[in-house]
């Protein structure tokens, strides 16, 4: 029988970057992966949305060049190569992952193909081999949810209803996508096709869309999609699916959606299965853990999106890490206050921290700065002057309790708010901090001067 110090179910960015940290750490250390390594977020999540996504600008400014003093005689000319578009998807999701293989063989952790179906807590068994391990960690990931609604299944079988996964690799373009829900993966894959020419109907239960997120941003994202043709319907209560339709009641109306694929994108469930035996306490959104990621059982550990927490790669990434840490005799803990969320959405959307209204409904005495793009030189120069940085400040001391942002690069920017508040930072650092000229980031600059009441390139 095998003897190891850590196991760790599940190679996502969870489980790989636990396994490969573990054994830098000096544990004798395997990971045990039932599909492909890498999990959703490079198989069928981060990477590939982001690959569709960037062919879908390139088209989206081919379409648009004569903004830019470029004439296009022939639009009708250009055309989307779906194979080629989908084959360079695959070509990056290959090269990550095999470069997660050589990272895993060459720091030393064996890896298992298979299911791992744990026996107890120190014993998994993967295609009839027993593992046995000190310690476990569970990173088995989420999948997509699918709720109970009349119809729903058969639409699945005919192939009308699809999740996130069979929309990333489409054999032709949708010429009307409906999508069931709002949040981020919903919002991206309406992004998606509607830059290539795909009709998009949003069907959203509540008020608005990307409810989680600042009110102004979300507001100020449901302007820029209704903008570019994407129809959002909100207050829809869904009643059944019938093949390619989906009949939902909206304000007391029955009414009746009909496209050619049904994106259903409401939530993620955690994968229990495997994991019976081991008397888990869990809720749900998966297994609970506390910040140093221990679940109810000793020596068993729960990472990324099996936890619940924040279903985000780097949460995933960065947990596995504090739960290796602390296997090894380190005390690590989780900041869970600081955690970036990136909406890749033309433009982006990027947070982290408080919005304006949790500030204040914590009781905080709070100063908000908000700079928008628009005043921006190189907004200006390339041609993406839709969005705002805004940030929410303590009055007393300035201190940064969230950066909110949308801009054409705001997932890179949020680092300059992440960075600042992991430190501690204020308005008056993020101020004095010389930002390079002309770039996007001196809009977080601004918002900090114009937070302290002495804006630079804008009027009080
Ligand atoms: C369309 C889409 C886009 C996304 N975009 C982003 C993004 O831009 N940025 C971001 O931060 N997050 C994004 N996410 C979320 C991100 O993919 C997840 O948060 C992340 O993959 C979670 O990592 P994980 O390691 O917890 O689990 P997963 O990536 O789900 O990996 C879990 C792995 O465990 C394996 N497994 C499950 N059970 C067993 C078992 N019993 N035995 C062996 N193996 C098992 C599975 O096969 C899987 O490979 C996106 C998700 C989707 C669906």
Do not use: W
């Amino acid at each position: 029988m095998k003897q190891y110090d850590i196991l760790v179910l599940g190679a996502g960015p969870g489980g790989y970057v636990a396994a490969i940290k573990a054994a830098q750490m000096g544990a004798k250390t395997a990971v045990v992966e039932a599909g492909e390594l890498g999990g959703v977020c490079l198989n069928v999540g981060c990477i590939p949305t982001k690959t569709l996504l960037k062919s879908a600008k390139v088209y989206e400014s081919i379409m648009n060049a004569e903004k830019y003093g470029i004439d296009i005689k022939d639009k009708n000319s250009v055309a989307i190569n779906l194979d080629a578009m989908v084959k360079r998807k695959n070509q990056a999701v290959r090269r990550l992952t095999s470069g997660v293989k050589m990272l895993l063989e060459k720091n030393g952790v064996d890896i298992y193909k298979g299911f791992g179906e744990v026996v107890d807590k120190n014993t998994i068994k993967v295609n009839d081999e027993i593992l046995n391990t000190k310690n476990l960690i569970i990173a088995t990931g989420s999948s997509p949810m699918i709720p109970d609604i009349e119809g729903i299944k058969e639409s699945f079988e005919q192939g009308y209803a699809v999740t996130s996964t069979e929309v990333l690799d489409p054999k032709e373009l949708p010429e009307h996508l409906i999508v069931v829900g709002a949040g981020t993966i919903s919002i991206e894959f309406a992004t998606l096709y509607n830059a290539l020419g795909s009709k998009v109907t949003i069907l959203q239960r509540s008020p608005r869309i990307l409810s989680g997120i600042d009110k102004d941003l979300s507001e100020a994202m449901a302007k820029v999609l209704t903008k570019k043709g994407v129809k959002i319907i909100y207050g829809v209560k869904h009643k059944k699916f019938e093949g390619n339709k989906i009949i939902v009641e909206v304000n007391g109306e029955e009414k009746t959606f009909e496209g050619d694929k049904i994106l259903v994108s409401l939530g993620r469930t955690p994968n229990l299965k495997g994991l019976e035996k081991l008397n888990l306490e869990t809720d749900r959104k998966g297994i609970i853990t506390d910040e140093r990621l221990r679940t109810n059982i000793e020596g068993v550990y729960a990472i990324g999106d099996i936890n619940g927490k924040h279903l985000l790669a780097h949460v995933a990434s960065a947990e596995g890490i504090i739960a290796v840490e602390n296997i090894m005799g380190k005390d690590s803990k989780m900041s869970y206050d600081r955690i970036p969320s990136c909406i890749y959405s033309f433009p982006e959307i990027a947070t982290v921290g408080m919005t304006e209204d949790e500030a204040r409904e914590k009781g905080y005495d709070i100063i908000v700065g908000t700079f928008p793009l628009s005043a921006n030189g190189k907004a200006l120069a390339e041609g993406d002057r839709d969005g705002f940085v805004k940030i929410v400040a303590n009055k007393e001391y300035g201190e940064i309790l969230g950066v909110h942002m949308m801009a054409s690069t705001a997932t890179d920017m949020i680092a300059e708010g992440v960075m600042t508040m992991e430190l501690e930072g204020t308005l008056e650092d993020i101020a004095r901090g010389i930002h390079p000229h002309p770039t996007l980031s001196e809009t977080v600059m601004e918002a900090a001067h114009l937070a302290l009441g002495s804006p630079i390139h804008t009027l009080k």
